[in-house]
């Protein structure tokens, strides 16, 4: 075995001298700049995006943009204050449809579903969620637009709900699953019945985790364009009621930005500022309320 | 690298000496510790050690847990220094080359140094023909005409070939624990080391996989200078010609295994022996 | 996590508000309830998408049968429609996407993974988060004013020299919509390819150091290789993603109907299945050119969750064989 040992041809000596090794650390060196460079490479367009949108929507900042009902590209007073209202419109009825609808599926999964039916679900959940916003969009467009005859922010809102749904079970479920199975058996062993038990013990612990994955869930459907274009639709002022059409802030960025006005190109970058600084803020709350949670999809 | 600029001077391995008493009586040191200290942050964990370990011969060293056993053997291979903050003070010399000399490599010096680990890990995504030649393929190693006999040899030298001779495409991880243990050994020799370092190699075995790495270890001895941390202190004392006992990050004892099991110099030897503690 | 003093009032307030005597009515039908609802809302919204798409496009399915998706004119005046050219379109530029992206993107994760410090990672991960969290159409609105214009100016002028049809090329193209794509996907590819470095123990990686490997090879040999799996379902995420995105692809993509001129026909305009929704959905007019419309949606509906599914069952199967170590 010893004898062998020396024949095998690289043998004690092969690797200390070779040009083999030099190579090798070589190539570890480098990677690491290579890597670090993809990883600039990767990070450039974030801060150039951000960097744009603060750049052009600052430039072409006014205050009565904010304040002002959008009107034609050559009367320079029209402003984005009609999509600021649809946005808020769409987004309060796509809250009230999502979030209960949501942290229904989701307690029932994280209660119910220790069964291969619920794992089922949990699968339909997750494949809802990937599913593509603009199909959302049509669905609503054949269930609600048709039926009421004309867009509607409501459609608007009924679609961004739909979308929330999946969004908002998941994290339910998620955030209750992280509640200590000690508090829940206290709760029964003080003869707490099931609903008493979920409601004061299982939802109140996990509220905090829900409430920011909620947040988030808001500040993704205040984000969507594609499901608002055959819903919500499009109108130059803000909506009487729910069953008008609305402008919104995206809908009205893709609008204007394609447009070959000016002026409306510049409230589209107002109108992208004032959305990123929305969805900034929704982001920052919740790093505040739970900084443990660091989700994104 | 290559040349050998002895760094090391005689007085200092004679300092190393008085400490283990015994050791070098009939041979040369491969591996020599001195003044070494590591840290985790501010806390240190190792104190001051000085040993040598000699050539062809099983090195135990044993101690209660927490007692920086596994540090120590973490030293010698510089695997240390890749956890967080961890921090290494003095000298490690491998045939009285300074290992933590500022030109050194670790990565040269972790191919001279074997290491076996306390719960079997084989690569999972490598077959058992793919574990053994892991260390050759990186060495640029491809030619099956060389990598086919070393790879029975190897396993051979395990006594895992004729187990496994027909299913080498096999995952590694399909094997049972003492197999997969002995395929991490086998892996760890393939790449013809001079030191084999083994953290605990039968923490997670059954009795009989753990007679058969007893064995093996035995075995192994015939070539290379291995370094076995143990917690159990009939192993060492089945396995190793020499004993070091640690103790709170201090070296308490070092010498030939008899002695050190049946004359102990030091009372914290004996308590911890007898099983006092620990 | 919880606060144990809350959740101590909080069972004391549960206790005090309720009779342990008697089940009230509510509580009766509390479990049913949340198993009609929460069941049956994910049942009937998935039911809902399905029956609505289907039903829609039934008309088109029985005109054209299978030759909708191998002709090539669209046509909506002669009532003729072939939907060749935005199955070419979404194809193309989501694999272009994956082909810019997964090597960047495995890149990126070893760099925040293996390379990055510990502490610095968490500021590694909110931007990636931020980069997620970026509406489509605000990547759409830059890709307009801020990303073709540099590719015209810079990119295309150098790339035409190696590849001479790029010379040709006009900003809006199916290469731009996929370079969109690709910065659009990044956040999903390295979180979940993060994840999974995550998942490697650490003993591993000890154990290819302690053969004497680089840093880099352990990376490459150990990570990568045992983590491959998990990059095959971050890839298959990231795939629905992009199959799927509509907004910034319409804007950049130059939305033409016209078939590809070659096989290869990446830096002329083109349209994929959402830009042709996004654009003629709302204008379309008579019922078979709408049917036609909704049975692209419905074509893209199977299309993503296919891929989202095969992603989904991975990860699940991984996160059962890790569970279970």
Same mark, same amino acid.
């Given at each position: 075995?010893?004898?062998?040992?020396?024949?095998?041809?690289?043998?004690?000596?092969?690797?200390?001298?070779?040009?083999?090794?030099?190579?090798?650390?070589?190539?570890?060196?480098?990677?690491?700049?290579?890597?670090?460079?993809?990883?600039?490479?990767?990070?450039?367009?974030?801060?150039?995006?951000?960097?744009?949108?603060?750049?052009?929507?600052?430039?072409?900042?006014?205050?009565?943009?904010?304040?002002?009902?959008?009107?034609?590209?050559?009367?320079?007073?029209?402003?984005?204050?009609? !999509?600021?209202?649809? /946005?808020?419109?769409?987004?309060?009825?796509?809250? +009230?449809? =999502? &979030?209960?609808? $949501?942290? #229904?599926?989701?307690?029932?999964?994280?209660?119910?579903?220790?069964?291969?039916?619920?794992?089922?679900?949990?699968?339909?959940?997750?494949?809802?969620?990937?599913?593509?916003?603009?199909?959302?969009?049509?669905?609503?467009? !054949?269930?609600?637009? /048709?039926?009421?005859?004309?867009?509607?922010?409501? +459609?608007? =809102? &009924?679609?961004? $709900?739909? #979308?929330?749904?999946?969004?908002?079970?998941?994290?339910?479920?998620?955030?209750?699953?992280?509640?200590?199975?000690?508090?829940?058996?206290?709760?029964?062993?003080?003869?707490?019945?099931?609903?008493?038990?979920?409601?004061?013990?299982?939802?109140?612990?996990?509220?905090?985790?829900?409430?920011?994955?909620?947040?988030?869930?808001?500040?993704?459907?205040?984000?969507?364009?594609?499901?608002?274009?055959?819903?919500?639709?499009?109108?130059?002022?803000?909506?009487?009621?729910?069953?008008?059409?609305?402008?919104?802030?995206?809908?009205?960025?893709?609008?204007?930005?394609?447009?070959?006005?000016?002026?409306?190109?510049?409230?589209?970058?107002?109108?992208?500022?004032?959305?990123?600084?929305?969805?900034?803020?929704?982001?920052?709350?919740?790093?505040?309320?739970?900084?443990?949670?660091?989700?994104?999809? | 690298?290559?040349?050998?600029?002895?760094?090391?001077?005689?007085?200092?391995?004679?300092?190393?000496?008085?400490?283990?008493?015994?050791?070098?009586?009939?041979?040369?040191?491969?591996?020599?510790?001195?003044?070494?200290?590591?840290?985790?942050?501010?806390?240190?964990?190792?104190?001051?050690?000085?040993?040598?370990?000699?050539?062809?011969?099983?090195?135990?060293?044993?101690?209660?847990?927490?007692?920086?056993?596994?540090?120590?053997?973490?030293?010698?291979?510089?695997?240390?220094?890749?956890?967080?903050?961890?921090?290494?003070?003095?000298?490690?010399?491998?045939?009285?080359?300074?290992?933590?000399?500022?030109?050194?490599?670790?990565?040269?010096?972790?191919?001279?140094?074997?290491?076996?680990?306390?719960?079997?890990?084989?690569?999972?995504?490598?077959?058992?023909?793919?574990?053994?030649?892991?260390?050759?393929?990186?060495?640029?190693?491809?030619?099956?005409?060389?990598?086919?006999?070393?790879?029975?040899?190897?396993?051979?030298?395990?006594?895992?070939?004729?187990?496994?001779?027909?299913?080498?495409?096999?995952?590694?991880?399909?094997?049972?624990?003492?197999?997969?243990?002995?395929?991490?050994?086998?892996?760890?020799?393939?790449?013809?080391?001079?030191?084999?370092?083994?953290?605990?190699?039968?923490?997670?075995?059954?009795?009989?996989?753990?007679?058969?790495?007893?064995?093996?270890?035995?075995?192994?001895?015939?070539?290379?200078?291995?370094?076995?941390?143990?917690?159990?202190?009939?192993?060492?004392?089945?396995?190793?010609?020499?004993?070091?006992?640690?103790?709170?990050?201090?070296?308490?004892?070092?010498?030939?295994?008899?002695?050190?099991?049946?004359?102990?110099?030091?009372?914290?030897?004996?308590?911890?022996?007898?099983?006092?503690?620990? | 996590?919880?606060?144990?003093?809350?959740?101590?009032?909080?069972?004391?307030?549960?206790?005090?508000?309720?009779?342990?005597?008697?089940?009230?009515?509510?509580?009766?039908?509390?479990?049913?309830?949340?198993?009609?609802?929460?069941?049956?809302?994910?049942?009937?919204?998935?039911?809902?998408?399905?029956?609505?798409?289907?039903?829609?496009?039934?008309?088109?399915?029985?005109?054209?049968?299978?030759?909708?998706?191998?002709?090539?004119?669209?046509?909506?005046?002669?009532?003729?429609?072939?939907?060749?050219?935005?199955?070419?379109?979404?194809?193309?530029?989501?694999?272009?996407?994956?082909?810019?992206?997964?090597?960047?993107?495995?890149?990126?994760?070893?760099?925040?993974?293996?390379?990055?410090?510990?502490?610095?990672?968490?500021?590694?991960?909110?931007?990636?988060?931020?980069?997620?969290?970026?509406?489509?159409?605000?990547?759409?609105?830059?890709?307009?004013?801020?990303?073709?214009?540099?590719?015209?100016?810079?990119?295309?002028?150098?790339?035409?020299?190696?590849?001479?049809?790029?010379?040709?090329?006009?900003?809006?193209?199916?290469?731009?919509?996929?370079?969109?794509?690709?910065?659009?996907?990044?956040?999903?590819?390295?979180?979940?390819?993060?994840?999974?470095?995550?998942?490697?123990?650490?003993?591993?990686?000890?154990?290819?150091?302690?053969?004497?490997?680089?840093?880099?090879?352990?990376?490459?040999?150990?990570?990568?290789?045992?983590?491959?799996?998990?990059?095959?379902?971050?890839?298959?995420?990231?795939?629905?993603?992009?199959?799927?995105?509509?907004?910034?692809?319409?804007?950049?993509?130059?939305?033409?109907?016209?078939?590809?001129?070659?096989?290869?026909?990446?830096?002329?305009?083109?349209?994929?299945?959402?830009?042709?929704?996004?654009?003629?959905?709302?204008?379309?007019?008579?019922?078979?050119?709408?049917?036609?419309?909704?049975?692209?949606?419905?074509?893209?509906?199977?299309?993503?969750?296919?891929?989202?599914?095969?992603?989904?069952?991975?990860?699940?199967?991984?996160?059962?064989?890790?569970?279970?170590?």
């Amino acid at each position: 075995m010893i004898e062998e040992r020396a024949s095998n041809g690289f043998g004690k000596d092969s690797y200390t001298s070779s040009r083999h090794w030099k190579t090798r650390l070589n190539i570890d060196r480098i990677m690491f700049f290579v890597t670090a460079a993809c990883f600039l490479l990767v990070l450039i367009p974030l801060f150039s995006i951000l960097f744009q949108v603060f750049y052009n929507g600052l430039r072409a900042f006014k205050f009565a943009v904010l304040l002002n009902e959008g009107g034609s590209p050559v009367s320079t007073i029209s402003g984005i204050r009609h !999509a600021i209202t649809g /946005t808020i419109y769409a987004t309060l009825i796509g809250s +009230a449809i =999502g &979030i209960p609808a $949501g942290i #229904i599926v989701g307690t029932y999964l994280a209660e119910f579903g220790n069964n291969s039916f619920a794992d089922i679900l949990r699968i339909i959940i997750n494949t809802m969620v990937s599913i593509p916003t603009i199909i959302t969009g049509v669905v609503v467009w !054949a269930f609600v637009v /048709t039926r009421v005859g004309h867009f509607s922010v409501l +459609a608007g =809102g &009924i679609a961004l $709900g739909l #979308i929330m749904i999946p969004l908002v079970a998941r994290t339910t479920e998620e955030m209750i699953m992280l509640v200590s199975p000690i508090y829940i058996e206290a709760g029964y062993a003080l003869g707490l019945t099931r609903m008493r038990n979920t409601i004061s013990i299982v939802l109140a612990n996990a509220s905090k985790g829900i409430a920011s994955g909620v947040l988030l869930a808001v500040a993704r459907i205040m984000g969507e364009t594609a499901p608002l274009l055959f819903t919500a639709f499009f109108s130059q002022a803000s909506p009487s009621n729910i069953f008008d059409p609305a402008a919104t802030l995206p809908v009205l960025i893709y609008n204007y930005a394609i447009s070959p006005f000016e002026y409306w190109q510049g409230l589209a970058w107002i109108a992208a500022m004032v959305l990123i600084l929305l969805n900034l803020d929704i982001l920052f709350i919740t790093r505040l309320m739970f900084p443990e949670t660091h989700q994104s999809d | 690298m290559s040349q050998d600029t002895t760094t090391a001077s005689k007085p200092q391995l004679q300092k190393t000496n008085s400490i283990s008493s015994g050791i070098l009586e009939n041979g040369s040191a491969k591996v020599v510790i001195e003044h070494l200290n590591a840290f985790y942050g501010t806390k240190q964990v190792l104190h001051d050690i000085n040993m040598a370990i000699r050539d062809k011969t099983v090195t135990a060293i044993i101690g209660p847990s927490g007692c920086g056993k596994s540090t120590l053997l973490r030293t010698i291979n510089r695997l240390h220094e890749l956890k967080r903050n961890a921090r290494v003070e003095g000298r490690v010399l491998l045939d009285n080359r300074d290992i933590y000399a500022p030109d050194v490599n670790p990565v040269v010096v972790r191919r001279r140094i074997g290491m076996v680990f306390q719960k079997p890990n084989p690569f999972p995504n490598m077959s058992i023909y793919d574990n053994v030649i892991a260390g050759l393929k990186l060495q640029g190693i491809r030619d099956k005409a060389i990598l086919d006999p070393i790879v029975e040899r190897t396993l051979k030298v395990v006594g895992l070939w004729d187990e496994v001779k027909d299913d080498l495409k096999r995952r590694g991880t399909e094997l049972s624990g003492g197999q997969q243990q002995r395929l991490c050994i086998a892996r760890a020799i393939a790449v013809e080391p001079e030191v084999v370092l083994m953290d605990e190699p039968t923490a997670s075995l059954d009795p009989a996989a753990t007679a058969i790495i007893e064995d093996l270890i035995r075995d192994l001895r015939k070539q290379y200078a291995l370094i076995v941390v143990t917690h159990n202190m009939q192993q060492a004392a089945r396995v190793s010609d020499h004993t070091a006992f640690l103790f709170n990050g201090k070296l308490i004892e070092y010498g030939p295994t008899r002695r050190v099991f049946e004359k102990p110099e030091q009372s914290l030897t004996e308590q911890y022996i007898t099983g006092r503690f620990g | 996590m919880a606060n144990e003093k809350n959740t101590a009032n909080s069972l004391l307030n549960s206790l005090a508000s309720s009779d342990l005597s008697a089940k009230s009515l509510a509580d009766k039908w509390f479990a049913p309830a949340m198993y009609l609802l929460g069941a049956g809302i994910p049942l009937v919204l998935s039911f809902l998408y399905l029956f609505t798409l289907i039903k829609e496009s039934w008309l088109a399915i029985t005109a054209f049968g299978l030759r909708l998706f191998t002709q090539t004119s669209w046509d909506p005046i002669q009532n003729n429609y072939g939907v060749f050219t935005f199955i070419y379109g979404t194809l193309v530029t989501s694999f272009i996407a994956i082909i810019i992206s997964l090597p960047l993107g495995i890149m990126v994760a070893t760099f925040v993974y293996e390379y990055v410090p510990p502490n610095l990672r968490v500021t590694v991960r909110n931007s990636l988060d931020l980069l997620a969290g970026i509406p489509s159409v605000i990547y759409g609105l830059w890709g307009i004013f801020v990303l073709i214009p540099f590719l015209k100016r810079s990119v295309y002028p150098g790339l035409g020299v190696v590849f001479p049809p790029v010379q040709s090329a006009i900003g809006n193209s199916i290469f731009s919509a996929s370079i969109v794509l690709s910065i659009m996907i990044m956040p999903i590819l390295v979180s979940i390819i993060v994840e999974g470095f995550d998942t490697v123990p650490q003993s591993l990686r000890e154990a290819m150091y302690g053969l004497g490997a680089t840093r880099w090879e352990v990376t490459k040999h150990v990570v990568v290789g045992t983590t491959k799996p998990t990059i095959a379902a971050a890839t298959l995420l990231a795939l629905g993603r992009a199959l799927g995105e509509t907004m910034a692809v319409t804007m950049v993509i130059g939305n033409s109907n016209n078939p590809p001129s070659s096989f290869f026909a990446i830096f002329e305009p083109g349209q994929t299945i959402s830009s042709l929704l996004a654009n003629e959905f709302s204008e379309a007019s008579g019922a078979l050119y709408l049917s036609t419309l909704f049975e692209l949606a419905l074509v893209l509906l199977v299309l993503t969750s296919i891929v989202n599914i095969l992603g989904i069952l991975i990860v699940k199967r991984l996160k059962q064989s890790y569970g279970g170590q």
